[in-house]
C-alpha cells in the first residue's frame, strides 16, 4: 500500500505530541516555565558562557549535576547559583557516571520544586538557538499556537 503524502506532511508538522501541543495551548506564549538541566565534569571554559546564553534565549533557571569536577567548574557555578541563574547545583563523587538517573532526578525536581513546564537537558556544549531570540516563544510556534 502506497503512503499519502499528505499523511508524512502532517507528521512533519507536528513533531512533537498531541498531548505537548495542548498542554502548551494552556499557556500564553511566554507564559510557561522553561527549565534547563546539565550534567558537567570540569566545564570551567564554557560553563559561565551556556548559562548566560540561554538565560538570555529565555530559560528561567538551571539545575546542574557537577560529576567530579576538579577545576573552577564548581566556584563558577556557585557565583552563578547566587545571582539566581541557577537554582540547584547537585555535587556528585561517585566512581560510576549515572547519566540517564541524574537526569531523571534534575526533572523531577524542575517539575516538582519548580513548577517547570518544559525542561531541555543539555550538554555545556550544546546551545540552543532561536531566531527570534526567544526559546519560549519558538516552543509555542513550534508548537502550532
Partial sequence: MKADKSFFKHILKY???KTSRNFIKDYNKNNFILFMTLVVRN?????????RFHYAMG????????????????NILENLKKEGLVKE????NTPNHQHSTWVSEMIHLAKNKYKADWIINSDADEFYYS???DLKK???????L
Fill in 89 to 92: 547545583i547537585i555535587y556528585k
Fill in 15 to 17: 513533531p512533537i505530541s
Fill in 131 to 133: 531566531k527570534n531570540l
Fill in 59 to 74: 530559560v528561567d533557571g538551571f539545575i546542574v549535576t557537577s560529576h567530579k569536577s576538579t577545576d573552577k567548574t564548581n
Fill in 43 to 51: 566545564e570551567e571554559e564554557i560553563i559561565e558562557r551556556h548559562i
Fill in 138 to 144: 519558538s516552543i509555542a510556534e513550534y508548537a502550532q
